[in-house]
Nanobody, 123 residues
């Protein structure tokens, strides 16, 4: 499975961005897809995940109500809509995939990773 993240950029606080993660390779139906983020010098942390087969989602508390994870079966693409962005959301975002049924939030349980895309939120 190959993952290609895009959509990062510079935005003012309170603004919005949509990240995309194009997928290719094996079928995504049995996958969990997730978004993680990592600040310089800090550990990579979970943001959100979705089960491709039924669309069930899980979010970390700090982004609930602001971020929305979704997938497009026709386009084989994962999305992260980020609204009401805050300066503390300024980090590199990564998409990831896990070949299992249950949604988990731990980094090491994801099998495939895309390259990061930088989001910068100015105050």
């Amino acid at each position: 499975v190959q993952l290609q993240a895009s959509g990062g950029g510079l935005v003012q606080a309170g603004g919005s961005l949509r990240l995309s993660c194009a997928t290719s390779g094996r079928t995504r139906r049995n996958y969990i897809m997730g978004w993680f983020r990592q600040a310089p010098g800090k550990e990579r942390e979970f943001v959100a995940a979705i089960r491709w087969s039924d669309g069930r989602t899980v979010y970390t508390e700090s982004v609930k109500g602001r971020f929305t994870i979704s997938r497009d079966n026709a386009e084989n693409t994962l999305y992260l809509q980020m609204d009401t962005l805050k300066p503390e959301d300024t980090v590199v975002y990564y998409c990831a995939a896990r070949t299992a049924y249950y949604i988990v939030t731990t980094v090491w349980q994801y099998d495939y990773w895309g390259q990061g895309t930088l989001v910068t939120v100015s105050s």
